[in-house]
């Protein structure tokens, strides 16, 4: 089996060219059930290439075979406060794409797709799906609609319709033989593996171009030093877990769990601060304020 390179970096690296479009269409294909085309990548403040790229999103304009046209986020971070980043994300494409003086209703529709690594929320499934609804608070089967002119007006039929719609992809919780195509993809995007009877829409295009041994030389060492950097950074984290649960069953009720924990995370920020981590970057991967940050 070849050795590729993992989902993730190759979204911002390499699949920016048109003719590569075909393996996140397949992706996007799998995840809504209807044929996507991606038309193209959006240059956003939220898509540029930074020095915490890695937090950033890729926007995509894209249609279906409808012909109607949508926005995608695609985002794959591993952030504390992940579920905020969700809502601050769809919330910055919504008013990135509706130009100054247009009507509301030029809003495309926003699919916001959250591929994230690790333990998030509460939950036994890997592969989750968000709308907006609004019930009635006296009956909870009286979902409001839109209006027959509304229906008209938009071509759609319910609010969640317009509002933005969220999938979020729990890899870590991906321990099944893959039978379905979204499997398939799952199991990619844990393994970085594509066995050669995976057949889902855009895999066997991403088992030829993904290729390590494909990446030209700047490619390759790119690759491997943020591989790199996202061991250390796991590394770093889970020692300061393990310490800070440690002191706090060693002080027991004189301080406490939790204050135990926290003394591991301002340990933790400390290594990071040491590394030469931007500030940023570390208030978001332990939950402290930059503030705290600035005085360790």
């Known amino acids: 089996m070849a050795n590729l390179v993992s989902f993730d970096w190759a979204i911002k690296r390499l699949l920016r060219n048109k003719a590569d479009y075909c393996i996140v269409e397949g992706l996007l294909t799998v995840l809504l059930g209807k044929q996507i085309r991606i038309n193209s990548l959006l240059e956003s403040e939220g898509s540029k290439e930074t020095e915490e790229d890695k937090f950033n999103c890729v926007d995509i304009l894209a249609e279906d075979e409808t012909g109607e046209q949508m926005i995608f986020e695609i985002l794959n971070n591993r952030e504390l406060d992940y579920f905020h980043r969700m809502a601050y994300g769809t919330s910055k494409v919504l008013s990135e794409y509706l130009k100054e003086g247009e009507p509301y209703e030029k809003i495309r529709k926003v699919y916001s797709i959250h591929i994230v690594y690790f333990s998030l929320g509460q939950g036994d499934d890997y592969a989750y799906h968000g709308t907006t609804q609004f019930v009635s608070m006296h009956d909870k089967n009286d979902i409001l609609n839109l209006s027959e002119a509304q229906r008209k007006a938009f071509g759609c039929d319910t609010p969640s319709d317009i509002f933005p719609e969220y999938y979020l992809l729990r890899v870590d919780k991906f321990d099944k033989l893959a039978t379905t195509p979204l499997d398939e993809w799952i199991s990619f995007l844990k393994t970085s593996e594509i066995p050669v009877n995976f057949n889902a829409p855009g895999l066997p295009e991403a088992r030829e171009r993904l290729r390590v ?73 332990t939950g402290l304020s930059e503030e705290e940050i600035e005085v360790l």
Request: aromatic share 4%; proline share 3%.
């Open 213 to 285: 041994d494909s990446l030209s030389d700047e490619e390759r060492k790119d690759y491997h030093r943020r591989m790199e950097n996202l061991r250390y950074q796991r590394s770093v984290i889970n020692t300061g877990r393990v310490e800070g649960f440690t002191k706090g069953l060693e002080e027991g009720e004189k301080k406490g769990r939790e204050e135990g924990i926290k003394e591991g995370i301002i340990k933790t920020a400390q290594n990071m601060k040491k590394e030469g981590l931007p500030i940023p970057l570390i208030a978001k991967m």
